[in-house]
């Protein structure tokens, strides 16, 4: 699919918390079974069944997804290229970072025509029908932003997503910043980190360990090879670091309910 828009589905078994999930890019989640809970912005937001959380770029979210009784928490997930609401009429919204609602029937028919015709359109009507999704949220109140600006920690989650396997050094990464427009120094790149309350390790694993959990909630990979593209030769010491960033194993993300 072109990189201006990512449609997935996820499946959870348990109802585990991920804490402090960066949100890169604008996304939409409509809930089709179980209940979504996201903290962002000193707000808890709640979606049940059929309804949907609009999520705004250079957010970070706690997120809880609860499955019903014997069943798996299901949704669609809408996730936009910042470049693409960069544009009227985004540029309009208003700076509103998120909300909840009941889509109407047809934004669902349409979000639903989109995850089924997306692959094969032609880029200019794929940015037309994402242009869409942003009318109608739009036109229900709801401020649906790109990161228009996104700070120095978002890039390098950004840069090492694109390569989560790699051995990814600071050296490395000041020379692909500076590619992009910013040219540091390491010491300025890990003193620019650490005033945003990171650190250049820490985002490589938490980028890592973010595209795990979406591989693991949407793919019928198996762990080891999850484990392998996320640049971890052991499924083991994966399992152990996974643990430590989410508090949960990755066989329990997916449990025996797929």
Request: hydrophobic content about 45%; proline content about 5%.
């Amino acid at each position: 699919m072109a990189a201006q828009l990512s449609i997935f589905s996820i499946f959870q078994s348990n109802n585990a918390r991920f804490r402090r999930l960066a949100i890169a890019q604008p996304m939409l989640v409509l809930v089709r079974d179980g209940q979504k809970r996201v903290k962002v912005g000193g707000h808890t937001i709640v979606a049940k069944r059929g309804e949907a959380i609009a999520l705004s770029g250079g957010a970070l979210a706690d997120i809880r997804n609860e499955p019903p009784a014997g069943a798996a928490y299901c949704a669609d997930v809408f996730s936009v290229a910042n470049s693409i609401l960069l544009v009227p009429p985004q540029a309009a919204l208003p700076q509103t970072a998120h909300g909840a609602f009941s889509p109407p029937a047809a934004l669902i028919a349409h979000l639903d025509r989109l995850r089924d015709e997306a692959q094969g359109l032609p880029d200019p009507v794929l940015k037309h029908r994402i242009h869409e999704i942003a009318i109608w949220l739009s036109a229900l109140g709801i401020g649906w932003r790109s990161l228009d600006r996104p700070n120095l920690s978002f890039l390098v989650r950004d840069l090492v997503a694109q390569e989560p396997a790699r051995r990814w050094s600071v050296s490395d990464m000041r020379k692909l910043l500076a590619g992009r427009g910013h040219a540091l120094s390491e010491a300025s790149l890990r003193r620019r980190l650490a005033d945003e309350g990171a650190t250049f390790t820490s985002l490589v694993i938490d980028a890592r360990m973010t595209i795990a959990l979406e591989r693991l909630q949407s793919s019928r990979q198996s762990i080891t090879r999850i484990a392998l593209d996320v640049g971890y030769e052991s499924a083991s010491r994966f399992a152990v670091r996974f643990r430590a960033r989410f508090g949960t194993a990755p066989s329990e993300i997916r449990g025996d309910i797929r």
